[in-house]
C-alpha cells in the first residue's frame, strides 16, 4: 500500500517560514492536498491539489509537489498557525485515500 | 454555507454497534459523496470509506471492510456509518467530510464537527 510520510514536528520562530514536507513514491505524479488541525477541532483543507487555495486561506499557505516529496509552505507564521498538518492522496492501484501521519507546527 | 453536522457523544459495550449520523446542508447533496474519517486519541487521521450521494455506491478502507456501513438518506440529506463489533481500538472521533467520489484525485473540502465514540466495558 502506498505510504506517505511526514516529519513528527516542525519548529519555526514568528514571522519565519515553515516548510512541512510529505515524503511518497512518485508522489509528484498525484496531487496533493493538506489540512490543518488544531486542538479539538475538526481538520481544515488548507492547500488542495498541490498548490490551490480554498476559499478564505490565507496567501501565506503555499504548496509544491515533485519527486518524490510535497511540501506546504507557510509564509509569515503566526502563533495561530500552530497546529497539526496533515498531507492527503488518492492512490489509485489501491482505490483508497491515504494520509501522512502528521506534522506538528510549533511557534517558538 | 456548508454545513456537516453530526451526532452526538456514544458510549458503547464491546461487541455493541454504533451508528453515527451526519446532516449536511448549503450545497446539492446529490452532487458530492460523504467520507468517513476517524482519529484515535492522540493519533493521525484515517480514512474509513465513502458513499456517492448520487448513486449510493460505497468504498470501504480494507482495515474496516465487513464491520462498517456507510448509507444516505437523500430524502433529509444525512449520512450514516454503522460499525459493528466494537472493540476499544474502536474508541475514536469520527469524521463526515464532503468529497467528490467522481474526481481523480479527491478531498474532503469541508468537515463535520466530529463524534467521540468511546468504546469501554
Known amino acids: 500500500s502506498y505510504v506517505l510520510t511526514q516529519p513528527p514536528s516542525v519548529s519555526v520562530a514568528p514571522g519565519q517560514t515553515a516548510k512541512i514536507t510529505c515524503g511518497g513514491n512518485?508522489?509528484?505524479?498525484?496531487?496533493a492536498h493538506w489540512y490543518q488541525q488544531k486542538p479539538g477541532q475538526a481538520p481544515v483543507l488548507v492547500v488542495s491539489?498541490?498548490?490551490d487555495r480554498p476559499s478564505g486561506i490565507p496567501e501565506r499557505f503555499s504548496g509544491s509537489n515533485s519527486g518524490n516529496t510535497a511540501t506546504l509552505t507557510i509564509s509569515r507564521v503566526e502563533a495561530g498557525d500552530e497546529a497539526d498538518y496533515y498531507c492527503?492522496?488518492?492512490?489509485?492501484?489501491?482505490?483508497?485515500?491515504?494520509f501522512g501521519g502528521g506534522t506538528k507546527l510549533t511557534v517558538l | 454555507q456548508v454545513r456537516l453536522v453530526q451526532s452526538g457523544v456514544e458510549v458503547k459495550r464491546p461487541g455493541a454497534s454504533v451508528r453515527v449520523s451526519c446532516k449536511a446542508s448549503?450545497?446539492?447533496?446529490?452532487?458530492?459523496?460523504i467520507s468517513w474519517v476517524r482519529q484515535a486519541p492522540g493519533q493521525g487521521l484515517e480514512w474509513m470509506g465513502w458513499?456517492?450521494?448520487?448513486?449510493?455506491?460505497?468504498k470501504y478502507s480494507q482495515r474496516v471492510q465487513g464491520r462498517v456501513t456507510m448509507t444516505t438518506d437523500t430524502s433529509t440529506r444525512t449520512a450514516y456509518m454503522e460499525m459493528r463489533s466494537l472493540t476499544s481500538d474502536d474508541t475514536a472521533v469520527y469524521y463526515c467530510?464532503?468529497?467528490?467520489?467522481?474526481?481523480?484525485?479527491?478531498?474532503?473540502?469541508?468537515w463535520g464537527q466530529g463524534t467521540l465514540v468511546t468504546v469501554s466495558s
Open positions: 512518485n508522489i509528484g505524479r498525484k496531487n
Open positions: 491539489d498541490d498548490s
Open positions: 467530510a464532503r468529497v467528490d467520489t467522481a474526481a481523480s484525485e479527491p478531498k474532503f473540502d469541508f
Open positions: 448549503g450545497y446539492s447533496f446529490m452532487f458530492y459523496g
Open positions: 458513499i456517492s450521494g448520487y448513486t449510493g455506491d460505497t
Open positions: 492527503q492522496v488518492w492512490d489509485g492501484p489501491s482505490v483508497h485515500v491515504v
